[in-house]
């Protein structure tokens, strides 16, 4: 079946840091892909998706791009901030099967230090 | 309502009792999903509504459990008999269907078992 496989945590940075969370997925059809975020005493929030090859998703200064050769969708931003501690998940929709139901990895905890 | 509401934001149970957790949509929205979070994983499928039928329940874990949308917009998720392994935290989401562009979640019930 499908699955997502990110990199483990925690991860701690300093302010200011470069920021890579790695995510590969495994899907049997030409999935959707998504980077939840959940901050501390919030719930799940929608960070970015990508719905095909070579797109790029983009918001409050990450990146993530859908790289099929790879299956891979990494995220990344060029200089966190303390408020971006959180925990990220890598998450895929694969709707040629029939269902919008959500895989997820389980979850990168980010820590980032004045 | 402006988000995704659930209620309660936490239940203490004894084992072997019966809960119900309820989950309120974005108004509008059709598609409605339960997941479950256990400590330190990422969100876990249990099942999705489309309206009022159960278009995929492929992830409820066993006949213990029941989720119902008798007017496509409220639901509620059922677990008989609980068991300690039942502690988590249950999500719900909503979305417009079919666009597979991601959700909105709530900020679930913690279920504790004991």
């Known amino acids: 079946g499908d699955s997502v496989t990110q990199m483990e945590g925690p991860v701690t940075l300093s302010e200011e840091a470069f920021l890579t969370i790695n995510c590969t997925y495994t899907?049997?059809?030409?999935?959707?892909l998504f980077w939840y975020v959940q901050y501390p005493g919030e719930g799940l929030q929608l960070l970015l998706k990508?719905?095909?090859?070579?797109d790029k998703g983009s918001n409050k200064g990450f990146e993530a791009t859908y790289r099929k050769e790879t299956t891979s969708f990494h995220l990344e931003k060029g200089s966190v901030q303390v408020s971006d501690s959180a925990v990220y998940f890598c998450?895929?929709?694969?709707?040629?099967?029939?269902?919008?139901?959500?895989?997820f990895g389980k979850g990168t905890k980010l820590t980032v230090n004045p | 309502g402006a988000g995704v509401s659930q209620t309660p934001s936490n239940k203490v149970t004894e084992k072997g009792k019966y809960v119900e957790l309820r989950c309120d949509p974005i108004s509008g929205h059709t598609a409605l999903y339960w997941y479950r979070q256990s400590l330190g994983q990422g969100p876990e499928f249990l099942i999705y509504f489309q309206g009022t039928g159960a278009a995929d329940d492929s992830g409820l874990p066993n006949d213990r459990f029941f989720a119902v949308r008798p007017e496509g917009s409220v639901s509620t998720l059922k677990i008989q008999r609980t068991e300690r392994g039942d502690s988590a935290v249950y999500l719900c989401a909503s979305s417009l269907s079919g666009t597979g562009m991601g959700y909105t979640f709530g900020s679930g019930t913690r279920l504790t078992v004991v």
């Open positions: 990508a719905t095909k090859a070579d």
């Open positions: 899907a049997t059809g030409y999935p959707s």
């Open positions: 998450a895929l929709s694969d709707l040629g099967g029939g269902s919008e139901k959500l895989v």
